[in-house]
């Protein structure tokens, strides 16, 4: 089962460079399972029995299926689609001596040293004109084609004291040798089947090439890049198709830019939640008071990976609270709520891993170490709602290749199915009946 599991989590990662490919191919899935798409700029036509879904940018989606009889409210699983990376700069081609270098700047907060010395390649989306429109297309150059070399410990003694360095002058990417300008553009037109000059804009990024790897002495580990957080948005996915009808309406939502601070159009900042659903509710003729009532009875998983205790370091840990590999789902706590999870959200997120043999570990900061945060404290904001944030532990998060447990994708899966054929009913101040 795990090993299945593991290679369609591969499947899903390789075929996902970008968050815009991530959509593209979450698009495919359900548009196979019968769903249907829909535009924020047209009217939406909703039906009992329904799956929709809606895109925004082409990088951030929003799935639901509307249930056959009455129902409660919305139970929500949130993660995001972007990882950390280089964004090549407009005008990339950087011709020094006998080289040409690509101009890039940092995506995110990455472990500088992960993108040194391995095979990289570019992927994003590009823009052109077709008739009399400006239309989309995905790109991806599937080949090694750049690399980040770093400089011999003969010439740098002290490498091994501590890695600093300026993106601007040591991690721009070596291209090729010195060629007639305009020729990196030329590539990536062809790359996407468009004439040379046909480009009008892009959003284009490098990506690590290197395969999923299951490892360890029994096959216990995993390791491929942008696990953080598509290894989230796949066992998300996973379970929305899968679960069975419940009395709440289930919405499977990826946002964008989590990794640069979430307030874009289509990050957990800007409201494409909270109109999606309120458009829901417009949709099955339900009024403004009626969905704020289903607010009561909703529950959000804001879902994106946490740090399992390390090897080597596990004094970086909290003392009491230090996840494990293969430990199952785990719960993220913070007095700050850069996590959300409260009393009450614990309570109910590990009663529904309990009713699907769930095991549920917990992770806090260690209290002298600022840790990160997530979307789900920003999503709040927008949809007033209970949510707990969880994860899966991983090892070395944000480097360019990541660690999880083998166990845990499928553990998440399983979690998140029995969420969403869950309904968490507010049944009077404090109480809650789980359905």
Known sequence: MDETVNRALFDFIEASPTAFHAVAVMKRELDLAGYRQLLEGKDWRLLPGGGYYVIRNGSALIAFRIPEGAWNGFQIVASHDDSPAFKIKENPEKAEGPYV?????????????????????????????????????????????????????HINKEVNKGFSCQVQKELLPLYGEKTEPGSFAEQIA???????????????????????????????????????????????????????????????????????????????????????????????????????????????VSADNAHGLHPNYPEKSCPTNR????????????????????????????????????????????????????????????????CADIGLAELAMH?????????????LISAARAFYESSVVESGYGEYKLL
Not at 358 to 367: D, E, F, K
Request: overall charge positive.
């Open 101 to 153: 270098k690509l101009n890039v700047e940092k995506y995110g907060g990455m472990p500088y040293a992960s993108w040194l010395d391995r095979p990289l390649s570019v992927a994003g989306r590009v823009l052109y004109r077709e008739g009399g429109r400006i239309r989309t297309r995905l790109v991806r150059v599937e080949r090694d084609l750049v690399l980040i070399p770093s400089l011999a410990i």
């Open 190 to 300: 062809e790359a996407a089947g468009l004439p040379a000059g046909g480009i009008l804009g892009s959003d284009l990024y490098l990506y690590n090439r290197q395969k999923g790897s299951v490892w360890g002495r029994e096959g216990e580990f995993i390791s491929i890049g942008r696990l953080d957080d598509l290894q989230c948005v796949y066992a998300s996915l996973r379970g929305f198709l899968e679960a069975k009808e419940g009395r709440s309406l289930p919405v499977h939502c990826v946002f964008d830019n989590e990794e640069v601070g979430s307030s874009t159009k289509q990050g957990a900042g800007s409201p494409f939640l909270r109109d999606t659903l309120l458009r829901i509710c417009e949709g099955l003729s339900d009024s403004p008071a009626g969905y704020r009532r289903r607010l009561a009875s909703s529950f959000m």
């Open 323 to 386: 996840p494990l590999l293969n430990g199952g789902v785990v719960l993220k706590y913070s007095a700050s709520q850069r996590y959300t999870t409260d009393g009450a959200a614990a309570a109910i997120f590990g009663e529904i891993c309990k009713r699907a043999g769930v095991p549920v570990q917990t992770y806090a900061n260690h209290s002298d170490i600022a840790g990160g945060s997530t979307l789900g404290h920003i999503s709040s904001g927008q949809v007033a709602c209970n």
């Open 399 to 411: 480097s360019s290749y990541e660690t999880a447990g083998a166990k845990d994708t499928a553990y």
